[in-house]
């Protein structure tokens, strides 16, 4: 059994609202609900939106440069 310890932040009041709301929905204590968000923050590599998201979502090569095309020539103006 891990040893827990009590501690005092501040929050924003919405996120605060929000956090207690998706507790309640999934049942579990606020507590938990941090703890877990906590230890998803802080795991390896996390941060690196590149890596979360590589592979995701597979398109053709031709159609990848289309679009990286049509974004330069927006990007340009």
């Known amino acids: 059994m891990t040893t827990k310890k009590k501690i005092g932040t501040v929050l924003?009041?919405?996120l605060l609202r929000r956090a207690k709301m998706t507790a309640a929905?999934?049942?579990i204590p606020l507590s938990v609900l941090l703890g877990r968000a906590l230890e998803a923050y802080l795991r390896p590599g996390k941060g690196d939106i590149v890596a979360e998201t590589w592979g995701i979502m597979k398109a053709d090569t031709d159609i990848v440069k289309r679009i990286m095309?049509?974004?330069e020539s927006y990007l340009d103006t």
């Open 69 to 71: 095309e049509e974004e």
């Open 25 to 27: 929905k999934e049942g």
């Open 12 to 14: 924003d009041e919405e």
